[in-house]
């Protein structure tokens, strides 16, 4: 059977079905969100009344934060109705995800009640974190079985790239095949095959591995403040760690799920950490005290307002009492916490000889152990249970990753000594003169992996479309490097330039790099340039720090060079010989969204953080950046003759003013800071390989053109403008010093408020840019801003 997905249907509304059908929407699939009808309502009385509690999920899906939509305008794929009324309504779609309330019985009815309604061709789903997937829809026909499967996404779906696909011994392996593709490539999703076992395999490590954690803390007495410094970034996860993160999820689900888990898994070993006495007796107090996380404001944590002052203190595990913050210090994370690689920092912290060690020792034996024991229990392969670890819960590293790290036959006897069993395949690996999980080649990259079942490696399977800068340099392919960036070959003629500085903030180096890519793209055997990177950020910026002391060190002129190389390195690099394609994600600001702005076209990631933030710290965009939304925003309306200019300019204005950033590509779209033309993909992994080939795509036909010239506004449209940092002002919004500056932006934007409206040069743009930057970097004010952000991280308003 050929399987497609244009249309869809997710029944249940809340928090978790919600976030799908915004998914589904985002990517351009038309959505039926069907709930229950209200409990007052009647068959017959108005839809609007029967479909109040759909109606209100919606609404408030819309104003989620972070946001669940990419744009307020995928509202409009998403459609509703209720299970009495529009059930029938589901015969015309192509996907049916069933994300109702965690019962099997009621799961079960809602599945004999779709099992007559949909089509012969539909796929079915049920989104559930525990339940037996086969149970679901047992006693249904074959051939609706065949068509049914679990699909669990992780919440919320928009923002957490695990998708876990759970087929059943009933489901058509083409099926499982197709979705792992769908869910990859159009849902942008990390898809692992996991097997019908209790919580699958995200979750089952996650009650697992926190349980552990707990229990050792409350038996040697680690604080919590304690175990969150250790469980961390400092071991390559999130800053919510191990205790906040049970905040932040909610302290009751997470129990809830430990607690359903323990009898559904009588065959685990490790089951006991999930009955341990202390702790069972501290999540009773937690429960009955109403002590649920951030949803309760009281959790492990306590964010205790004082006097307008907040301050976070931390449950005593013991007395149960909140307490003031205490600074947490051991001598081995001062010794080795910023070792790098990562791996090799975990190994010399779980060695150390102090508390942390201790602690870091013991959780990890566990974890590792543990991880060796699922498989195949819970699903095939070891790079499952990686790929879950790291996708599910933002870990840097899977448990067989850094067993690798710390090596694997060096531990197996003291895991198992101290009471953390070590699974038989994995002694046989290591028996067998196998020394790792993961077999590399000799520069390093990964190629296959250890397969207890078949004993040996096997290939790693690799998407020709995920080209990862990791691979280049393993694969030898940098070409050049000056160490604030690097170029590499990517294959079939494409060159890339990747940022190297800290945060890829743009500094002197930066700029270098720059004009060498572009220097060494005009040797015959190049055909176009991708500028990417696969850094955590895109690029936040100019290095303040080294602006300010450059000034210092070069005075006003060489800041005035400075700006103007940057300004230079944009135009050329639109106007280059030879397509330049950039790979923009995540967090782009400043300098490095103007980089995103200088390329002929434009591969985003959904999620990109896309804005001109300069006002923040006193000055305004000088790479380009004003120029280029005039370009953009007041260029086509004045190209067409329409002296209706106002609002392309306030859009254009209020970018730069407000320091407005994107929630999504999407939005950055709308905003003007990514063209029509320019391509927006769900899968991060396959961004660098998106560029290469849309790059390649333009490379045969490419003509860059002349420079075109920037309407001007002139006067009249200026003065509108100030008239609206007035109100601003009066209203509260903005500072006197706010206005001195989005003045100045008004004045860039319309090309320096000439008395008539004309067609001007990108040059006369840029020069305006360049001399209200300078203007503002002498005011102290500004000078004030810049050092608050670089001391505090945030803004000032002076």
Not at 148 to 170: Q, S
Not at 244 to 251: A, E, K, P, S, T
Not at 323 to 340: A, C, I, N, R, W
Not at 694 to 718: C, F, I, Q, T
Request: hydrophobic share 40%; net charge negative; aromatic share 8%.
């Amino acid at each position: 059977m050929t399987y497609q997905i244009k249309k869809a249907a997710v029944i249940g509304s809340g928090t978790m079905g919600g976030g799908i059908a915004a998914l589904l929407a985002g990517v351009g699939i038309p959505t039926l969100l069907l709930d229950i009808p209200a409990k007052e309502s009647q068959p017959g009385d108005p839809a609007s009344q029967r479909n109040a509690i759909v109606e209100g999920n919606l609404k408030t899906l819309q104003k989620m934060r972070p946001a669940q939509l990419f744009s307020a305008d995928d509202i409009s794929r998403i459609s509703i109705g209720n299970i009495e009324d529009d059930l029938e309504k589901v015969a015309d779609v192509d996907w049916v995800i069933e994300v109702v309330v965690e019962r099997l019985d009621i799961k079960r009815n809602l599945m004999a009640k779709l099992a007559e309604v949909v089509n012969g061709n539909t796929i079915v789903s049920t989104n559930t974190s525990g339940l037996p997937i086969s149970q679901i829809a047992e006693g249904l026909p074959e051939s609706f079985r065949k068509r049914f499967l679990g699909t669990h996404f992780f919440n919320p779906p928009r923002y957490l790239r695990l998708l876990e696909v759970i087929p059943t011994p009933d489901t058509d392996p083409e099926l499982v095949n197709f979705m792992l593709d769908f869910g990859s490539r159009t849902l942008g999703k990390g898809v692992v095959v996991a097997k019908d076992t209790p919580n699958f395999i995200g979750n089952r490590f996650m009650s697992m591995s926190g349980m552990q954690a707990m229990n050792y803390a409350l038996d040697h007495d680690y604080t919590v403040e304690e175990v969150d410094a250790l469980t961390g970034p400092l071991i390559g996860r999130p800053k919510t760690a191990t205790f906040n993160l049970n905040d932040l999820v909610g302290f009751d689900i997470a129990v809830h799920v430990a607690r359903n888990l323990y009898p559904n898994i009588p065959d685990d070993s490790a089951r006991e950490v999930l009955n341990h006495p202390a702790a069972n007796a501290l999540s009773d107090y937690m429960l009955e005290n109403n002590q649920l996380g951030r949803k309760t404001d009281k959790g492990f944590y306590w964010m205790r307002r004082e006097d307008g002052k907040k301050e976070l203190w931390a449950l005593n595990l013991k007395t149960r009492e909140y307490e003031p913050p205490s600074k947490v210090s051991f001598d081995s994370v001062k010794e080795h916490g910023k070792v790098k690689p990562l791996g090799e920092r975990i190994r010399l912290l779980m060695n150390a000889d102090d508390r942390a060690g201790q602690f870091l020792w013991h959780m990890h034996a566990f974890y590792l152990a543990y991880a060796s024991n699922r498989v195949p229990e819970i699903t095939e392969s070891i790079v499952n249970i990686d790929n879950a670890q790291k996708w599910g819960f933002g870990h840097e590293m899977g448990p067989f990753e850094i067993w690798d790290a710390i090596g694997v036959s060096n531990t197996i006897d003291a895991f198992e000594e101290a009471g953390y069993p070590v699974a038989q395949w994995v002694k046989d690996m290591v028996a067998s003169g196998k020394e790792t999980f993961y077999q590399k080649n000799e520069a390093g990259k990964v190629i296959g992996y250890y397969s207890p079942q078949a004993s040996d490696y096997v290939p790693l399977e690799r998407d020709p479309m995920a080209i990862t800068i990791a691979d280049l340099q393993a694969d030898g392919k940098q070409i050049w490097s000056n160490g604030a960036g690097n170029l590499y070959d990517m294959g079939d003629g494409v060159l890339l330039w990747e940022f190297a500085t800290k945060q890829n903030t743009i500094t002197q180096g930066f700029i270098d790099a720059g004009y060498h890519a572009l220097e060494i793209l005009e040797a015959p055997e190049w055909k176009a340039l991708v500028i990417g990177n696969d850094a955590e950020r895109f690029s936040i910026g100019a290095n303040l720090m080294e602006v300010l002391q450059g000034i210092q060190e070069y005075g006003i002129e060489g800041l005035d060079a400075y700006i103007k190389r940057l300004q230079y390195l944009t135009m050329d690099i639109k106007y280059a010989s030879k397509p330049v394609v950039v790979a923009a994600f995540n967090m782009a600001l400043g300098g490095g969204a103007e980089m995103i702005m200088s390329g002929n076209a434009v591969v985003a990631h959904a999620e990109l953080y896309m804005g001109l933030v300069e006002v923040g710290v006193g000055i305004v965009p000088a790479g380009g950046g004003c120029k280029e939304l005039v370009r953009r925003l007041i260029n086509p309306v004045a190209s067409s003759g329409s002296d209706d200019l106002l609002a392309p300019m306030q859009k254009a204005f209020e970018n730069i003013a407000t320091a407005k950033v994107s929630e999504s590509a999407k939005q950055a779209r709308e905003m003007g800071f990514l063209a029509a033309t320019d391509k927006i993909i769900m899968n991060r992994g396959y961004l660098l390989g998106e560029a290469k080939a849309h790059a390649l795509s333009m490379a045969n036909s490419y003509d860059p053109g002349e420079p075109e010239k920037v309407y001007a506004a002139g006067r009249d449209l200026y003065s509108a403008l100030l008239v609206a940092v007035e109100g601003f002002k009066e209203a509260g919004y903005a500072s006197e010093y706010d206005g001195v500056i989005a003045q100045k932006v008004a004045r860039i934007l319309t090309g320096g408020a000439l008395s008539q409206p004309q067609w001007l040069s990108q040059d006369v743009f840029l020069s305006l840019e360049r001399a209200a930057f300078m203007e503002l970097f002498m005011e102290t004010k500004s000078q004030e801003r810049m050092m608050y952000m670089l001391q505090n991280n945030k803004p000032l308003r002076n």
